[in-house]
């Protein structure tokens, strides 16, 4: 499932209200990433005949899908996003959100690690 730059915002908010997704990635004639509309994009007050090419976000983006899901998770870190649109050979072929590696850790049943005791000051004696 993805847009197109000249579908309209009400058609891209129908799509993602009926499939129950937050994002969707904007592609070009060959499945190139374009962009990327999220359900945020939509809450701006965007006539329902205005393209998504006009409030997308550019550049995308992306990851291979071979990737760990960590790198993943750092790039959205470091660009304070929630999805990340996974293409491969400058094809779109899915996205990665914030929920799925959060369903990631789950599965892996994650416990949070003791922290390091800090080391002992050195009294001078030998």
Excluded: C, W
């Amino acid at each position: 499932m993805h847009a197109t730059p000249h579908q309209t915002a009400a058609h891209v908010r129908g799509v993602m209200t009926e499939h129950r997704v937050s994002a969707m990635p904007v592609v070009g004639p060959d499945d190139e990433p374009l962009g990327m509309v999220t359900a945020s994009d939509l809450l701006a007050e965007h006539p329902d005949g205005t393209p998504v090419s006009t409030f997308m976000a550019a550049p995308v983006i992306t990851v291979p899908p071979y990737e760990q899901p960590h790198v993943a998770a750092r790039i959205m870190r470091n660009h304070h996003t929630h999805h990340v649109i996974v293409a491969e050979h400058d094809r779109v072929v899915g996205i990665v959100s914030a929920f799925d590696l959060l369903a990631l850790v789950e599965e892996h049943r994650f416990t949070m690690k003791q922290p390091p005791t800090p080391a002992r000051r050195s009294t001078g004696r030998t």
